[in-house]
């Protein structure tokens, strides 16, 4: 009797327009943040092997790598340290010197660009530590252990470092237990109060992390990151790690990597809406899109759009990632491939 007609989505596909205004998720140029690598002792930007399109560098040229994205439009950079094998050692002491490439770096860019680029800086000691490892190993027991509290003092030092440099976020990543606080309070000792914590609350042991280890020479010389990064198999455990960090004072949370983890992603927004969501697209992620492009497999465009479209859609409200300087250009040339 009834008339039952075909209920028809697909009218809501029909055109561009039509998709483009009805569409859920779009990406700007305002979710990127840019990592760079800043190295001490080379005099001009060193491509980096396993992530082609990215660079290491020089202190000095750092200005001007922060001024070409900010002219794309790119407002957020994360900095990383790559310092040569004399200064590390078993603590990681030169990460919180003043004279190492981050705070010079960081001065440098407030020097010449004041406070318009946003400026997040990575606080892990795996860098700037002989055996290359976020934490100091001790022996306990007669065995080998990452030793935690320790490591949060360097960790605090070299938060404060990069604070009184101008960072204006720093973000610990080693995954120690209690960083946000030891930070928090180290920097408000200090009088930065005014500094933000980004932290990478959760991360993952993840094989995803291979080419940027080999762009900042901090691969663990020995045994793995498992006693400290967490386990792949879990995904509830991402609520009690960020709940942790939103008590001690976290401003902005991380889930890493991303691509891998999307439920991850969409879990921890879900149970913290109003705390804005990192994701980490990583090196690996990056790098695999790189290499399928390379051998024509992949539309490298297409497929970049559609990983950082997803990683949004997912939950997160800021991807850190190396393709951002490549979809600031692609959106400012109007690119939609949807
Ligand atoms: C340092 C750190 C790592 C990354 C960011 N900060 C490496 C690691 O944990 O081994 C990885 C980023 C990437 O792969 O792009 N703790």
Same mark, same amino acid.
């Given at each position: 009797?009834?008339?039952?007609?075909?209920?028809?989505?697909?009218?809501?596909?029909?055109?561009?327009?039509?998709?483009?205004?009805?569409?859920?998720?779009?990406?700007?140029?305002?979710?990127?943040?840019? !990592?760079?690598?800043?190295?001490?002792?080379?005099? *001009?930007?060193? !491509?980096?092997?396993?992530?082609?399109?990215?660079?290491?560098?020089?202190?000095?040229?750092?200005?001007?790598?922060?001024?070409?994205?900010?002219?794309?439009?790119?407002?957020?950079?994360?900095?990383?340290?790559?310092?040569?094998?004399?200064?590390?050692?078993?603590?990681?002491?030169?990460?919180?010197?003043?004279?190492? !490439?981050?705070?010079?770096?960081?001065?440098?860019?407030?020097?010449?660009?004041?406070?318009?680029?946003?400026?997040?800086?990575?606080? $892990?000691?795996?860098?700037?530590?002989?055996?290359?490892? $976020?934490?100091?190993?001790?022996?306990?027991?007669?065995?080998?252990?990452?030793?935690?509290?320790?490591?949060?003092?360097?960790?605090?030092?070299?938060?404060?470092?990069?604070?009184? /440099?101008?960072? %204006?976020?720093? /973000?610990?990543?080693?995954?120690?237990?209690?960083?946000?606080?030891?930070?928090?309070?180290?920097?408000?000792?200090?009088?930065?109060?005014?500094?933000?914590?980004?932290?990478?609350?959760?991360?993952?042991?993840?094989?995803?992390?291979?080419?940027?280890? *080999?762009?900042?020479?901090?691969?663990?010389?020995?045994? %793995?990151?498992?006693?400290?990064?967490?386990? !792949?198999?879990?995904?509830?455990?991402?609520?009690?790690?960020?709940?942790?960090?939103?008590?001690?004072?976290?401003?902005?949370?991380?889930?890493?990597?991303?691509? /891998?983890?999307? %439920?991850?992603?969409?879990?921890?927004?879900? /149970?913290?809406?109003?705390?804005?969501?990192?994701?980490?697209?990583?090196?690996?992620?990056?790098?695999?899109?790189?290499?399928?492009?390379?051998?024509?497999?992949?539309?490298?465009?297409?497929?970049?759009?559609?990983?950082?479209?997803?990683?949004?859609?997912?939950?997160?409200?800021?991807?850190?990632?190396?393709?951002?300087?490549?979809?600031?250009?692609?959106?400012?040339?109007?690119?939609?491939?949807?």
């Amino acid at each position: 009797m009834g008339y039952f007609p075909i209920l028809r989505p697909r009218r809501l596909r029909l055109t561009k327009n039509i998709r483009d205004i009805v569409a859920e998720t779009k990406l700007s140029v305002d979710d990127f943040i840019l !990592p760079l690598f800043v190295r001490e002792g080379i005099s *001009e930007p060193e !491509p980096i092997p396993s992530m082609p399109g990215q660079h290491r560098y020089p202190v000095d040229k750092i200005v001007n790598a922060v001024q070409e994205a900010l002219e794309l439009g790119v407002k957020a950079f994360i900095l990383f340290g790559v310092v040569p094998e004399v200064h590390k050692d078993h603590s990681g002491k030169y990460a919180y010197d003043p004279k190492g !490439p981050v705070p010079k770096a960081v001065k440098l860019i407030r020097k010449e660009l004041g406070w318009e680029p946003i400026i997040f800086t990575d606080v $892990c000691i795996c860098g700037y530590t002989s055996h290359g490892h $976020c934490g100091i190993p001790i022996e306990k027991r007669g065995r080998k252990l990452i030793d935690n509290d320790s490591t949060l003092k360097v960790i605090a030092k070299m938060a404060v470092t990069h604070a009184e /440099a101008g960072a %204006d976020f720093v /973000a610990p990543s080693g995954m120690m237990d209690g960083m946000v606080k030891a930070i928090r309070e180290a920097l408000d000792d200090e009088g930065y109060t005014e500094v933000g914590i980004m932290s990478y609350a959760v991360k993952y042991a993840s094989g995803f992390y291979g080419p940027f280890r *080999e762009a900042a020479s901090s691969a663990p010389r020995f045994g %793995d990151r498992r006693s400290y990064q967490m386990d !792949p198999r879990n995904a509830l455990e991402a609520l009690k790690e960020a709940g942790l960090d939103v008590e001690e004072g976290a401003d902005i949370l991380m889930v890493k990597p991303a691509l /891998a983890y999307l %439920d991850v992603i969409r879990l921890v927004k879900e /149970a913290f809406p109003q705390y804005p969501l990192a994701a980490y697209n990583v090196s690996g992620e990056y790098s695999m899109v790189k290499a399928a492009a390379e051998k024509g497999w992949i539309d490298e465009k297409l497929v970049v759009f559609e990983i950082l479209t997803a990683i949004k859609r997912a939950g997160a409200d800021l991807i850190l990632s190396y393709h951002a300087l490549d979809v600031a250009k692609w959106l400012k040339e109007g690119y939609n491939p949807f």
